[in-house]
Every structure is written in structure tokens, then in C-alpha cells.
């Protein structure tokens, strides 16, 4: 599918690998409504927004529709990733903070796939018979989740594993559905770590031995649009690396 022309939802939009997809999808010539909890002047329409909110969700796609039209690219980035142990030194992990990472990251995400995929579903095809696409964004903790990952790991690996039979289901409306799967990227929590520890996290990448460019994020996101027999599919974008237990 052609980006050009086409109205594009991103959520967490606001800054990270949200940013540079917005960034990105302007630059191909769509037209962007950024859904965040603390929304910045990026795209064409900038919506505060919680993903995990049925109700508040509903209202924000009525605002999209009215002022864009019919969204046609929906990508999720909204997520939060606190590290907590199970079983640390102040006791169990408190279960509200699992509840919220669930909440915000697996919830969130179905809750926009749901939400928009209906939207896209009764729209009028394009003339290839495309209604849309859907990318979420998963994490290589899915996979090798980090000691202080549980909660993390869960809701990522939750993302994953729907990908595949929301696919299936959404395919006979023409939607294809995806997930990417970054590694460790230049986002503003790793911006944070004193130099050499962002140094010796990049050393352990096999290559390139560099943390990810937000930027390549993008440019994965415009790839799998424009790929019309990319379906169903988990995509790791992390240079070979595999994440050590601790």
C-alpha cells in the first residue's frame, strides 16, 4: 500500500519510535494524528489519548475521522517498561504495577487494533482491494526477556502471539496485520545511562555493534506498508542480538 495520501494513526507519537514514525509517514506524504497521553505538536492532528481506555479511545477515532477521514495505517508504539523483580528485596513485585504494564502495552494495543481494525473493516476497499494496515511493536524481551522483565516480557510476548490469528481473522477484510520487534535503540529512558554504560550495551550487539537509530525503526515501519505480501508477521530489528539474562 501507498503511504502517500493516506491517513496514518501513531500511537506514543509523541517521542521516541513514535516520533520518527510520525516523522517518517509525513515525509511519505500522509496524514498523521498522533494519539499520546502528553501529545506533542508533530503531526497533522495531535490527540491526548489513552490506549487502554475503550471509551476514550472511541472518541479520539471519531475526532480522526471527522477532521482526516478514514485511517487506513494504524501503528502502535504507546508502552511503558518499568523493571521490576518478582521476588525482590522489599518483597513481591506489587501486582498493580503488572496490571499496569499489561494494561498499557498488551491491552492498549489489542484495544487500538480492535478499535481501528472495525473502522477499517466496513471502510470502502482500495482499488488493490487493501483496507489497511496494522503494526505493533513488540520487543526482543518477548523472546529473551531480561532478569526485571517479567512484566515487560509478558505484554510484549502477548503482542506477538496475537499477531499471527488477528492476521488470519483480519484478512478477509484485506488487512494486514504485523508486529516489529526492535532491540536496543537510542530512545530518551537509554539517552539517560552515563556513556559508558550506553557503550558497553552497544559492544554486546553483534551487528552493527551500535544501539538502533529510531530513524531504521521508521524506515522498517514504511517497508512493511509498502510490502503488500508482508502478513502475519513478527520482524526482529535488532542486529543479531540476543539480550543476556541479566
Not at 500500500?1 to 514514525?21: E, F, W
Not at 482499488?127 to 524481551?141: K, L, N
Not at 552493527?208 to 515501519?221: I, K, S, T, Y
Request: hydrophobic share 45%.
Amino acid at each position: 500500500m501507498q503511504i502517500n495520501g493516506q491517513t496514518a494513526i501513531v500511537t506514543g507519537g509523541a517521542s521516541g519510535l513514535g516520533a520518527a514514525v510520525t516523522a517518517k509517514l509525513l515525509e511519505e506524504g500522509a496524514q498523521v494524528a498522533v494519539l499520546d497521553l502528553h501529545p506533542a505538536d508533530n503531526g497533522t492532528l495531535n490527540l491526548s489519548c489513552d490506549v487502554a481506555s475503550d471509551a476514550g479511545v472511541r472518541s479520539t477515532l471519531e475526532q480522526v475521522h471527522a477532521k482526516l477521514g478514514i485511517p487506513r495505517i494504524l501503528v502502535n508504539c504507546a508502552g511503558i517498561g518499568p523493571a521490576k523483580r518478582v521476588v525482590g528485596r522489599d518483597g513481591p513485585m506489587d501486582l498493580e504495577l503488572f496490571e499496569r504494564v499489561l494494561r498499557v502495552n498488551l491491552v492498549g494495543t489489542f484495544n487500538m487494533i480492535r478499535l481501528v481494525g472495525h473502522a477499517m473493516s466496513v471502510a470502502e476497499p482500495l482499488p488493490d482491494g487493501t483496507r489497511g494496515v496494522i503494526i505493533s511493536t513488540a520487543s526482543v524481551a518477548a523472546f529473551e526477556g531480561q532478569v526485571g522483565q517479567a512484566a515487560y516480557s509478558a505484554s510484549k510476548g502477548g503482542i506477538t502471539s496475537m499477531t499471527l490469528p488477528i492476521a488470519r481473522e483480519f484478512a478477509r477484510f484485506g488487512i494486514r496485520v504485523l508486529t516489529i520487534a526492535p532491540g536496543i535503540f537510542e530512545t530518551p529512558l537509554l539517552a539517560g545511562l552515563p556513556e559508558e554504560a550506553q557503550r558497553s550495551i552497544a559492544a554486546s550487539i553483534p551487528y552493527p555493534a551500535r544501539l538502533g537509530r529510531p530513524d531504521e525503526f521508521a524506515h522498517m515501519v514504511a517497508a512493511c506498508i509498502g510490502n503488500d505480501y508482508l502478513n502475519g508477521e513478527v520482524i526482529r530489528l535488532d542486529g543479531a542480538t540476543r539480550l543476556a539474562a541479566t
